[in-house]
């Protein structure tokens, strides 16, 4: 098609098709969520860009390059979010709900990224985040873990594996980035390009990179797990044990270091290998030094971001339950009078039916397209009002799915107790 519109580019449509199982996967979300005691936040998604750029770190990939930046009508420089933390922060911080309390949040929405779309990786995607304030030992980092392992648990997903890490206190990281830049520079030769770049403005990012090409020189770095400071090296153990007692399995990846410069002490990822190059399903850490450094108290905080594009690609090669409930009732309109009538009709079902789904004919059509119909939509029962059964006050009803079953007819209030006992029988 010439000239038609399309999308933005790694901006998806979800379709009809694919929102129910979405929307099943968001209902075991918040169910999930809310037997941790984590309330929902809702944020906005565009915010001043000085945030971003204050809190991810101005030498990441996310401000350097993946960032929708525009300028608003006032000249004000605003970024469509790349991610939750920042402004779920900025938000607690503006209202008070830092001080001398803790907190437990969660978010879902669109996040915006200018990355190369391929499979796993859009330019919006989705993400589910759980943020916890004011807690500084391992057990809330550990509350979360379990809380992510249960989501894997109730929607049916079992290859993933979680890697842990600490990332220490940042004085036990610099230390720790002098060493590492010193080993890199021996490997220079074997550096590529974006590796070379990162020696001098942000190291340890040379640690995640997804070039094969690297792996060698990866693997013979220094490990961080060397260069943690005391009390790290407590909160790390303390976590340890805490997910051992609770028998969440978990490896080691000393080379996990997030791509977020606001982390310290614990990091962590859900991976798995059925989804090709993009493997990490969910990731998180703790930040407690994030909130002072934007103008808030100093609190500690901890969280993750899980992605949903991901979660749903796993979901739908599992077969999970994705589709739409049909109509129990398509309601078929025979004649002039009944296309007056029938909308009246099916609002008072509506009433009296707890939980009916109805779908009532609409645009007219002769009574065989109507059946056609209510046949190809799945509907259990076909509802007919014709003039005769206007004229008696009446509703005939067709069993559609049991085979030789004779169409009933039955005044208004009997159809009426029909269907409700027939939505308390168990049959979908
Ligand atoms: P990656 O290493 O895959 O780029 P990241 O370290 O940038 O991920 P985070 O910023 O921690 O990821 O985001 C948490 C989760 O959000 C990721 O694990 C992933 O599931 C999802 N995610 C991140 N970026 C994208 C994207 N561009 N498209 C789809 N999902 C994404
Ligand atoms: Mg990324």
């Not at 230390?175 to 190291?203: C, G, I, Q």
């Not at 002490?265 to 798995?272: A, D, L, P």
């Not at 009574?367 to 006050?393: C, I, N, P, T």
């Amino acid at each position: 098609m010439a000239n038609s519109l399309q999308a933005v580019r790694g901006m998806n449509d979800l379709l009809p098709g694919e929102t129910a199982l979405w929307q099943s996967l968001e209902a075991t979300l918040r169910t999930v969520l809310a037997g941790y005691g984590y309330q929902e936040i809702r944020l906005p998604l565009v915010e001043k860009t000085e945030l971003f750029a204050r809190s991810i770190g101005e030498v990441t990939d996310i401000v350097e390059k993946e960032m929708y930046t525009f300028a608003d009508r006032n000249g004000d420089s605003l970024t469509l979010r790349p991610e939750g933390t920042a402004g779920c922060v900025r938000a607690c911080i503006e209202h008070g709900l830092l001080h001398n309390q803790t907190q437990r949040l969660w978010y879902v929405g669109p996040m915006f990224r200018y990355e190369k779309p391929q499979k796993g990786r859009y330019r919006q995607f989705h993400q589910v985040g759980a943020e916890a304030y004011g807690m500084v030992g391992p057990d809330i980092d550990a509350e979360l873990i379990c809380l992510s392992a249960r989501l894997w648990r109730q929607l049916g997903i079992r290859d993933v594996t979680l890697q842990i890490n600490s990332l220490g206190s940042s004085a036990a990281r610099a230390a720790y980035r002098e060493r590492l830049v010193a080993y890199l520079t021996t490997r220079h030769a074997e550096l590529d390009e974006d590796s070379r770049r990162r020696l001098h403005t942000n190291p340890l990012r040379v640690l995640d990179s997804k070039n094969p090409a690297m792996t060698a020189v990866i693997a013979e770095a220094p490990s961080l797990l060397d260069h943690l400071d005391p009390d790290s090296q407590d909160h790390f153990a303390g976590l340890r044990a805490l997910l051992d007692a609770a028998g969440v399995a978990y490896t080691m990846n000393p080379r996990l270091v997030r791509g977020l410069d606001y982390y310290c002490k614990t990091v962590f990822e859900w991976v798995t290998d059925t989804l090709g190059a993009q493997g990490t399903i969910c990731a998180g850490g703790r930040y407690d030094g994030l909130i002072a450094q934007l103008g808030g108290e100093a609190v500690p905080g901890v969280g993750f971001a899980l992605g949903l594009e991901r979660l749903a690609a796993m979901l739908a090669a599992t077969g999970y339950p994705a589709t739409e409930p049909p109509p129990h009732v398509y309601l078929i309109l025979a004649g002039e009078v009944a296309q007056r009538m029938g909308l009246a009709l099916a609002e008072r079902l509506r009433d009296e039916v707890a939980g009916l789904r109805l779908r009532m004919n609409c645009g007219g059509g002769s009574f065989k397209a109507q059946f056609r119909r209510a046949d190809s939509s799945g509907a259990r029962f076909a509802l007919v009002v014709g003039d005769d059964e206007l004229a008696a006050k009446t509703v005939s009803i067709k069993p559609l799915r049991a085979a030789q079953t004779a169409q009933l007819t039955l005044p208004e209030d009997q159809a009426i107790a029909y269907l409700q006992a027939a939505m308390q029988d168990g049959q979908p």
